[in-house]
């Protein structure tokens, strides 16, 4: 077998919430121990943006899903070139894309399933454009072994927070957690939404793209009957291995659910951060705490960024359990997930395998990711 060595990579990331291009060099050691070197946000143009939008909302043609392919794989090049002209080529770029559709339900016809994954962002431009070899397109495998393709993250959270009886949460756009201990296997599945309704409710009451410090939510009022009603989703009592996103929790779900909201849009954004402290509090009463004892819970992600989701949580979980946040561990709740891409990056480029079926709900274990060559 090959000798493994440290390999510093350049990774790419961006979520649901599409607020930015993430993009990291790292080191990634043989261990899987990952160091971040440098992160930038790149923003995308507000253009590209709104046509990602367009993507989501279903009113889009193949021939915009053709175009945008390229242009975000430029985007991606271009995040890339930034650390690059600082810091000179990185050994290769591990790149997740920008997922557009995600379809992990297991619907046939004439017996072929329909389960499907599509991130976009071409990875021959970025290798074009930055002479580097690439790495991309994880998700595919897993859904090809029969799993959901999703959460991908735990498999670098295994490796970073094994030994711990630990909650790490993840609050993007979706909200994911990986469940790591000292008895059982690691697993993990999304809790549901994480910013998204938030960001949502924030574009369409105040036309901003998020609650900046989760001010807005913290001077408005909880409805306790409409957050009732807005946990009775199934998604929340289905047990896991089980994966979520914008193709369920859609514009026209918000829109219903807000026919019920409270009037006073304050009260709608707390009500709605709410929600996303109060789901993750009980899928952990539900399908974490019956078998395991978490001492932590370790949140990151933008939601760590946000002080009412934060309080939100605290009040939730319950009183024994340390609320924490990457930064504690020295891992920014900004570049997590791209460190996470380095590590799942670096598993490829060693054909290591680098899904975890406890997660995903996988057959087996499968090297993830595509290679392309500059
Ligand atoms: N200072 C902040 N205050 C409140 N919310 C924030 C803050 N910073 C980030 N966020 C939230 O985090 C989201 C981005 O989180 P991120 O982890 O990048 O998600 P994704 O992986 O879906 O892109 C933003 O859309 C916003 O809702
Ligand atoms: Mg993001």
Request: hydrophobic share 35%; charged share 20%; aromatic share 10%.
């Given at each position: 077998?090959?000798?493994?060595?440290?390999?510093?990579?350049?990774?790419?990331?961006?979520?649901?919430?599409?607020?930015?291009?993430?993009?990291?060099?790292?080191?990634?050691?043989?261990d899987?121990s990952?160091?971040?070197?440098?992160g930038i946000?790149?923003?995308?143009?507000?253009?590209?943006?709104?046509?990602?939008?367009?993507?989501?909302?279903?009113?889009?043609?193949?021939?915009?899903?053709?175009?945008?392919?390229?242009?975000?794989?430029?985007?991606f090049?271009?995040?890339?070139?930034?650390?690059?002209?600082?810091f000179?080529?990185?050994d290769?770029?591990?790149?997740?894309?920008?997922t557009?559709?995600?379809?992990?339900?297991?619907?046939?016809?004439?017996?072929?399933?329909?389960?499907?994954?599509?991130?976009?962002?071409?990875?021959?431009?970025?290798?074009?454009?930055?002479?580097?070899t690439?790495?991309?397109?994880?998700?595919?495998?897993?859904?090809?072994?029969?799993?959901?393709?999703a959460?991908?993250?735990?498999?670098?959270?295994?490796?970073?927070?094994?030994?711990?009886?630990?909650?790490?949460?993840?609050?993007g756009?979706?909200?994911?957690?990986?469940?790591?201990?000292?008895?059982?296997?690691?697993?993990?599945?999304?809790?549901?939404?994480?910013?998204?309704?938030?960001?949502?409710?924030?574009?369409?009451?105040?036309?901003?793209?998020y609650?900046?410090?989760?001010?807005?939510?913290l001077?408005?009022?909880?409805?306790?009957?409409?957050?009732?009603?807005?946990?009775?989703?199934?998604?929340?009592?289905?047990?896991?291995?089980k994966?979520?996103?914008?193709?369920?929790?859609?514009p026209?779900?918000?829109?219903?659910?807000?026919?019920?909201?409270?009037?006073?849009?304050?009260?709608?954004?707390?009500?709605?951060?709410?929600?996303?402290?109060?789901?993750i509090?009980?899928?952990?009463?539900?399908?974490?705490?019956?078998?395991?004892?978490?001492?932590?819970?370790?949140?990151?992600?933008?939601g760590?960024?946000?002080?009412?989701?934060?309080?939100?949580?605290?009040?939730?979980l319950?009183?024994?359990?340390?609320?924490?946040?990457?930064?504690?561990?020295?891992?920014?709740?900004?570049?997590?997930?791209?460190?996470?891409?380095?590590?799942?990056?670096y598993?490829?480029?060693y054909?290591?395998?680098?899904?975890?079926?406890?997660?995903?709900?996988?057959?087996?274990r499968?090297?993830?990711?595509k290679?392309?060559?500059?």
């Amino acid at each position: 077998m090959e000798e493994l060595e440290s390999k510093k990579i350049i990774a790419l990331m961006s979520g649901t919430s599409c607020d930015s291009i993430d993009a990291g060099l790292c080191e990634v050691m043989p261990d899987l121990s990952c160091r971040l070197i440098s992160g930038i946000n790149y923003k995308y143009p507000e253009h590209i943006r709104a046509k990602i939008f367009q993507l989501f909302s279903g009113n889009a043609s193949v021939k915009d899903v053709c175009l945008m392919n390229f242009a975000v794989g430029r985007c991606f090049a271009d995040a890339c070139k930034a650390l690059i002209s600082e810091f000179g080529k990185p050994d290769f770029i591990s790149s997740h894309g920008q997922t557009i559709y995600h379809y992990p339900f297991d619907e046939k016809i004439d017996n072929i399933s329909l389960k499907s994954t599509l991130q976009i962002g071409e990875s021959s431009v970025i290798a074009q454009e930055t002479g580097c070899t690439v790495i991309s397109n994880f998700r595919e495998a897993d859904i090809s072994a029969g799993g959901q393709g999703a959460p991908l993250v735990c498999f670098a959270d295994e490796k970073w927070f094994k030994g711990k009886n630990a909650a790490v949460q993840n609050i993007g756009g979706i909200a994911n957690v990986t469940v790591v201990s000292k008895g059982h296997d690691t697993f993990g599945f999304d809790t549901g939404p994480g910013n998204m309704i938030i960001d949502y409710c924030m574009n369409k009451f105040y036309g901003k793209p998020y609650d900046q410090d989760g001010k807005i939510a913290l001077a408005g009022n909880v409805c306790e009957s409409w957050l009732d009603c807005l946990m009775q989703d199934e998604y929340y009592y289905k047990n896991p291995p089980k994966t979520t996103g914008r193709e369920y929790f859609t514009p026209l779900y918000i829109e219903n659910a807000l026919k019920f909201a409270p009037e006073n849009p304050e009260d709608i954004i707390a009500t709605v951060t709410a929600l996303t402290a109060k789901t993750i509090a009980s899928a952990y009463e539900r399908f974490i705490y019956p078998d395991i004892d978490i001492e932590e819970v370790i949140i990151g992600g933008g939601g760590a960024y946000n002080p009412a989701i934060m309080k939100f949580l605290r009040a939730y979980l319950p009183k024994h359990i340390n609320l924490k946040t990457h930064e504690d561990y020295g891992i920014s709740n900004n570049f997590k997930e791209v460190m996470a891409f380095a590590v799942l990056g670096y598993c490829t480029y060693y054909n290591i395998p680098n899904n975890l079926p406890a997660c995903t709900g996988a057959k087996n274990r499968v090297v993830l990711g595509k290679v392309t060559n500059c």
